[in-house]
């Protein structure tokens, strides 16, 4: 790509601030602006992503962390926005989040965001508060949105655990006649029916929206479209994920609790009501392991929107192992068909146990933001899914 691409990212806890690090090794991209529930960090001529990840390290504004036994509820703003991002345009506030969230037992949060002992903290000063980029604001989300006329691209690294939250956001950059791209790593099939409905308005705005980009759904719904082409007729696709997260688990709370909603007995908004204590104890049962069957992961919708297979062929499911950074299976994905003479057989893609979430997430997320700029730099709107673009790299 000549052109630079300025991107800024909604979100910076686990996959966002692994966003704005992968983006250095990617060619072509510029961060301009971040944030997450607290607060905002703008620079047009880049932001130094040095020193954001170091103030968030071990940081990151995600619940209520630090004293484990407060329940999350929507008003205590863990899910997203609780609900309230929809009233934002009538209210022009977002909410901010207390959730629950103190200094940590052991020591004191200094101004810089560490503590005393010179850990960083989760509290007052978490995430992006604690750079000296960082700006604390009521309207995070609508800062970045005021900037937006010099912003070619957005990734939403934004929580799940309230389904239309994505949507809405999305709406809301239409609302502010954004032309540029919207990138989503959202995992849950009923999200992409509530974009849809909302296509004409963003094809309207000049938006190029690309959803269900990280791993599963994003890069591994592609490789299974790939994997495909051998057939005339796809039986089906089995997607099976193995994520180890020790060294991540602390900056990867998001993804876990959201993961847990997958569980038999869960639902989403008993994830997002679970406390800290609550997860903790529910990991400590399953020793570490969680093993997730039949999950609503869009790979399913995705497929059958870019005319692959029927959704209900479609399975995903994985092992999550928060106590080693080993994959405790190897991500696959099987591909069963028959071919145009007849045969009848599996293609099969499989990443290297070596290649982590964060990787796996981050890398294809960028690429698919990349072709989508180029997408929309040549007048090219709508809503799209991973099956449906190639990554830039
Ligand atoms: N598709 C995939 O392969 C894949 C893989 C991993 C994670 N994910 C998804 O990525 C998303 C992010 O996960 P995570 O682990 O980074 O979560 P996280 O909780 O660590 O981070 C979420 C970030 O969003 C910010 N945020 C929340 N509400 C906000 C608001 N109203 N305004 C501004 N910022 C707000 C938080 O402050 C935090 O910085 C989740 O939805 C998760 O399911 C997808």
Redesign the pocket.
Known sequence: MDDDVTFAV???????RRALDVARHKGGLTPVAA????GVAVDHSGLDVDELLDATEGN????PEADGDTPATPES?YA??GGL?SHASETSS??R?DGGATAAEGGSVGDDGTASDGVKQAGEDA?IVASAQGEPTET??DDVIAESDAIDAVLL????LEHDFIPRVAERFADADYGGVLVD???RSRVIGMLDDRTDRLEDSGITFVC?A?????FLTGAAALAAQSFVEVDSVEIWWGVGLKSGYE?????VR?DIAHLDGYDIERAREMSESEIEALIDEHGGRLEFRDMEHADDVLLERAGICDAEDVSVGGVLDVRSDEKPTTTTVRVTGTTFDGERGTNTFELDDATS?AA??NGPALGYLKAAVLRNRAGDYGVYGPADVMPSF
């Not at 909604?10 to 966002?16: Q, S």
């Not at 944030?35 to 607290?38: F, S, W």
């Not at 990151?60 to 619940?63: D, E, H, Q, V």
Request: net charge negative; hydrophobic share 30%.
């Open positions: 909604l979100g910076t806890g686990g996959i966002g944030c997450d529930r607290n990151i504004a995600s619940g703003d997203s926005d991002a977002e909410p989040s995430g995070p989300i690294a934004l929580p799940n790593v959202l995992k269900g990280g791993a599963t759904p994003g900056d990867n709370r998001g993804t959201e979430m796996n997430v």
